[in-house]
């Protein structure tokens, strides 16, 4: 015996859809207004080119290997010093945006805060290849980046700040 009656589940939709469609619509029209984002969002890749020293760990790490480098070595005169030292100059630091996935590993493992995440997310292009951001491009999304989050007031501070301050009573 079927306690319930033929056309239950479609009675039970119909009311859903019913109840739907007297609701005030929610839906934001994008262009005309922009959506409210959360802090911290991920939106594109942004370089700061002055702190990339091109220790290439960005490109290695990356597992869709979309971060293409190229630098060449110059020669540091340093007064005082016996020879002169080298260090890298970064000629080419390019992300492809079709590859990219995303994921901020590349981000999270420069250790000279070099890469950050950008809020933006409106760079779509009519062709795949304009989505290729070489380092000026990259650089341009730097001031779109949002200070850090103020620390805890109530926390723990940091090492750098304990030692900072222990040298400061010591001297």
């Known amino acids: 015996m079927v306690s319930e ?4 589940g ?9 109840k739907t469609m007297t609701k005030r619509s929610t839906t934001r029209q994008y262009p005309d207004t922009p959506p409210d984002l959360p ?6 890749i942004a370089l700061v080119e002055e702190n990339c020293t091109v220790c290439m760990l960005c490109a290695r790490e990356c597992p869709d290997w ?10 540091v005169q340093v007064p005082g010093a016996a020879r002169a ?4 100059v970064l000629d080419q630091f390019d992300i492809d945006f079709s590859l990219c996935m995303y994921c901020g590993i590349c981000i999270e493992v420069c250790p000279f805060d070099a890469l950050y995440w950008s809020p933006e997310f409106e760079y779509a292009e ?7 951001h070489d380092k000026e491009r990259l650089g341009d999304w730097v001031e779109t980046v949002p200070p850090p989050p103020a620390h805890d007031t109530n926390g723990e501070p ?14």
């Open 5 to 8: 009656f033929p056309g239950k």
């Open 10 to 18: 479609l009675a039970k939709g119909l009311a859903v859809t019913l």
């Open 39 to 44: 802090p911290r969002s991920r939106g594109v």
């Open 66 to 75: 979309c971060i293409y480098i190229d630098s060449h070595k110059e020669e």
């Open 85 to 88: 030292r080298q260090r890298n």
């Open 126 to 132: 009519y062709d795949i290849r304009d989505l290729l």
């Open 158 to 171: 940091a090492k750098e700040e304990t030692a900072a301050r222990k040298t400061q009573l010591a001297g």
